[in-house]
């Protein structure tokens, strides 16, 4: 994917679910990061309180500023005082109407950006933005009857194996037909993963670069958000609840990784 040459602007992006906004955005960050001061802002509209994509940029870049629902006004002052802003755009938002984008105030720069599988044409995208990017991922349609499933985390600790079980299910459409599936996990042994999955593609593991949390339940962001058809919420709740591990087996892991750390040094 190209970029964009850095200036004092609002690029809004959209796209499908999966088709790569995020990571068009990440990696725009990473060429300012490398070659201008310029502060750098990302937002992504109604997207609550279990904001995945958020978090997952501010792990990778922290000195970037995320701005939530109802700081629209810091969004256009940042810019205006010399920030590049990131607006990313939920594939469930209707491009039509958005209140955001029509209250920019004429002063400011203003540029679309419609991510696209390659090679694919989706007019819906490609007839609102001012350029068109063409990724390499790959997506699936998605129904008229999309679901959009979120859950926060934070404070849970979860067993590797039982995840990895509840994962495979629900991809492989255990809880109904899943679409795109993604989270930020913490896992027995301190680390935090980050787990992505679309219907076109296997599912991709990262490991987070945060510290091991090694103290008692994680005092940090993690959570999971599942958009598909007829998912079963009940069942899906039920099962990655039972991948969480109780206080005394995370301090039992705890401490073993503790004793681990001790005879390493």
């Not at 978090?55 to 109802?70: K, Y």
């Not at 600790?157 to 990895?164: A, R, T």
Request: glycine share 6%; hydrophobic share 40%.
């Amino acid at each position: 994917m190209s970029n964009l040459k850095n200036e004092s602007q609002i690029i809004a992006i959209a796209g499908l679910a999966g088709a790569g906004k995020t990571s068009w955005i990440l990696q725009q960050i990473q060429i300012a990061a490398q070659t201008s001061a310029q502060q750098i802002v990302y937002f992504a509209p109604s997207s609550g309180t279990v904001a995945i994509d958020a978090n997952l940029v501010a792990i990778q870049f922290p000195d970037v500023e995320i701005l939530s629902d109802g700081q629209e006004l810091d969004l256009f002052t940042r810019v205006a005082n010399g920030a590049i802003a990131y607006v990313e755009l939920g594939f469930h938002l209707d491009l039509a109407k958005m209140p955001l984008l029509d209250s920019i105030p004429e002063s400011l720069s203003y540029h679309k950006v419609a991510v696209c599988p390659r090679g694919r044409h989706y007019a819906e995208f490609q007839s609102w933005a001012d350029r068109v990017v063409e990724s390499d991922l790959d997506t699936a349609q998605i129904s008229s009857q999309v679901q959009v499933w979120r859950s926060p985390l934070t404070g849970q600790v979860f067993d590797p194996s039982s995840l990895n079980v509840f994962w495979y299910e629900l991809t492989e459409g255990g809880y109904g037909e899943v679409y795109r599936c993604k989270g930020i996990f913490d896992l027995a042994d301190g680390r935090a993963f980050y787990i992505d999955y679309t219907k076109a593609k296997e599912s991709v593991y990262v490991e987070l670069r945060l510290p091991r949390w090694l103290e008692g339940r994680p005092q940090r962001f993690s959570g999971i958000e599942v958009v598909g058809a007829g998912l079963d919420n009940s069942e899906m709740i039920k099962s990655i609840t039972d991948c969480c591990l109780s206080d005394e087996i995370i301090q039992n892991y705890q401490q073993q990784i503790k004793r681990s750390q001790l005879i390493s040094v």
